[in-house]
Nanobody, 115 residues
């Protein structure tokens, strides 16, 4: 089993920044990919950014240039640095980790961008 614990969400004004963290724990050999997804009220969950164990990243077009995903393999932790936040970034942000043979999800952390 793998447990994912997210932290770092909160309320921020437009143009502000937040840093999300997601730490994985449990019994596993390695995590091959980690990522962040988000779900706004009334909308489907969507990909925000992913990163492989080798450091290859992928971003949604809506966050390119504003968000940065990174990971610390020694700590089994993935981060999401979010800058220039917009009201449309408001959502519950979920961490996802790929540990063979399945993927695991965190419980989610709320990010609200509002003045």
């Amino acid at each position: 089993q793998v447990q994912l614990v997210e932290s770092g969400g909160g309320l921020v004004q437009p143009g502000g920044s937040l840093r999300l963290s997601c730490a994985a724990s449990g019994s596993f050999f390695s995590i091959y990919a980690m990522g962040w997804y988000r779900q706004a009220p009334g909308k489907q969950r969507e990909l925000v950014a992913t990163i492989t164990s080798g450091g290859t990243t992928n971003y949604a077009d809506s966050v390119k240039g504003r968000f940065t995903i990174s990971r610390d393999n020694a700590k089994n932790t993935v981060y999401l640095q979010m800058n220039s936040l917009k009201p449309e970034d408001t959502a519950v942000y979920y961490c996802k980790a790929g540990v063979a043979p399945r993927a695991y999800w965190g419980q989610g952390t709320q990010v609200t961008v509002s003045s």
